[in-house]
């Protein structure tokens, strides 16, 4: 028999009798804690307008975000909460800050466009500062004047166009591809192999679909190392090896989640392999690596870090004759995790 834990049962059969003395944050992070264990089966605060008000009560701009994030994951906000949500995220346009403004960005609460305005106009500041940067320099300096990891799925989107990198229509047959065969891997993963990991976090997958080529390898070699496809998951699963040999793509530590390693990141390995695929292949230096044609397709299931952006720059910059397309996936709410 499973036991639901004494918060689930609280949170999720009586939440009208306890928000009353819950603050804000408290909702808030109670909201979050069940959208990442994809625990709760429905909105927790989406039965009236005055639950959702409190959520949103607080003069922290980042619990709104927080809730508003939660909500949206665990179901899909209801017309209250979502009115709620954007009558005190339109007064505090003004106090967000990159993150929790492209999150609120991403719930796309109605009425609400003067956020994206903002965040647009934020990523365009953004984006002509970096490229006045060393892509390669590893510096993270910039990252740390601006307080921001990720810039959502609408921000990031936006910041790689301003890097010349394309985006595949979510309706094309890749975008379809690379869902069903993240859905595969996902269902793949036995109980057994899940309770070996002791810190079992949402997953992050990246699918890639590669067609290259070098007037300078033989028909053979090209086709087997520079034409497929591949999936990538976040974090070092302790299967195979890790990608990077080559080291021509570096990482960047990031200003709010400083200790996470970004060369664990899907993305970031995904890129790497390709490197070293070029390199086994025999293309080898800066002149050799300019005469590489062709295109690669990457679809994750979700906002790429800045380290990935800045990896999917430095890819660009490093093959500058090949087309990369990106596509950040919507989250796929209460499954699998991805």
């Given at each position: 028999?499973?036991?639901?834990?004494?918060?689930?049962?609280?949170?999720?059969?009586?939440?009208?009798?306890?928000?009353?003395?819950?603050?804000?944050?408290?909702?808030?992070?109670?909201?979050?804690?069940?959208?990442?264990?994809?625990?709760?089966?429905?909105?927790?605060?989406?039965?009236?307008?005055?639950?959702?008000?409190?959520?949103?009560?607080t003069p922290e701009p980042l619990d709104p975000a927080?809730?508003?994030?939660?909500?949206?994951?665990?179901?899909?906000?209801?017309?209250?909460?979502?009115?709620?949500?954007?009558?005190?995220?339109?007064?505090?346009?003004?106090?967000?800050?990159?993150?929790?403004?492209?999150?609120?960005?991403?719930?796309?609460?109605?009425?609400?466009e003067l956020l994206k305005d903002r965040l647009r106009?934020?990523?365009?500041?953004?984006?002509?500062?970096?490229?006045?940067?060393?892509?390669?320099?590893?510096?993270?300096?910039?990252?740390?004047?601006?307080?921001?990891?990720?810039?959502?799925?609408?921000?990031?989107?936006?910041?790689?166009?301003?890097?010349?990198?394309?985006?595949p229509s979510p309706e094309t047959d890749f975008a379809?591809?690379?869902?069903?065969?993240?859905?595969?891997?996902?269902?793949?993963?036995?109980?057994?192999?899940?309770?070996?990991?002791?810190?079992?976090?949402?997953?992050?997958?990246?699918?890639?679909?590669?067609?290259?080529?070098?007037?300078?390898?033989?028909?053979?070699?090209?086709?087997?190392?520079?034409?497929?496809?591949?999936?990538?998951?976040?974090?070092?699963?302790?299967?195979?090896?890790?990608?990077?040999?080559?080291?021509?793509?570096?990482?960047?530590?990031?200003?709010?989640?400083?200790?996470?390693?970004?060369?664990?990141?899907?993305?970031?390995?995904?890129?790497?392999?390709?490197?070293?695929?070029?390199?086994?292949?025999?293309?080898?230096?800066?002149?050799?690596?300019?005469?590489?044609?062709?295109?690669?397709?990457?679809?994750?299931?979700?906002?790429?870090?800045?380290?990935?952006?800045?990896?999917?720059?430095?890819?660009?910059?490093?093959?500058?004759?090949?087309?990369?397309?990106?596509?950040?996936?919507?989250?796929?709410?209460?499954?699998?995790?991805?």
């Amino acid at each position: 028999m499973t036991h639901e834990p004494a918060v689930g049962r609280i949170w999720v059969h009586r939440p009208t009798g306890l928000l009353g003395s819950f603050t804000s944050r408290e909702c808030a992070g109670l909201a979050w804690a069940f959208a990442t264990l994809k625990r709760c089966g429905r909105p927790p605060l989406g039965a009236t307008p005055a639950q959702a008000i409190m959520l949103t009560s607080t003069p922290e701009p980042l619990d709104p975000a927080n809730g508003a994030w939660a909500l949206d994951t665990v179901k899909p906000l209801g017309e209250a909460v979502c009115g709620a949500l954007a009558s005190v995220a339109l007064n505090k346009t003004h106090s967000f800050e990159n993150q929790p403004l492209a999150t609120l960005v991403d719930v796309n609460l109605p009425g609400c466009e003067l956020l994206k305005d903002r965040l647009r106009a934020n990523i365009c500041t953004f984006a002509a500062q970096w490229l006045q940067q060393d892509a390669f320099s590893g510096s993270n300096a910039l990252l740390l004047d601006w307080q921001v990891d990720n810039f959502g799925l609408f921000g990031t989107s936006l910041l790689l166009s301003k890097f010349g990198v394309l985006q595949p229509s979510p309706e094309t047959d890749f975008a379809r591809r690379a869902s069903q065969r993240v859905a595969s891997e996902e269902s793949g993963r036995t109980d057994d192999w899940r309770r070996q990991r002791f810190f079992f976090k949402e997953r992050v997958y990246c699918f890639v679909e590669f067609a290259l080529d070098h007037p300078g390898l033989k028909p053979e070699v090209g086709n087997l190392l520079l034409e497929g496809s591949m999936v990538k998951e976040n974090s070092f699963l302790g299967e195979g090896s890790r990608a990077g040999r080559t080291g021509l793509i570096r990482s960047l530590v990031l200003p709010i989640n400083e200790l996470v390693d970004r060369t664990l990141c899907a993305e970031f390995q995904a890129l790497s392999e390709l490197c070293d695929r070029l390199d086994s292949a025999g293309v080898k230096g800066i002149a050799s690596r300019r005469f590489v044609t062709g295109t690669v397709r990457l679809w994750t299931s979700g906002a790429s870090c800045l380290s990935c952006v800045g990896a999917m720059r430095q890819f660009s910059l490093l093959f500058p004759t090949t087309s990369l397309q990106v596509l950040c996936s919507e989250r796929l709410r209460g499954g699998s995790g991805v």
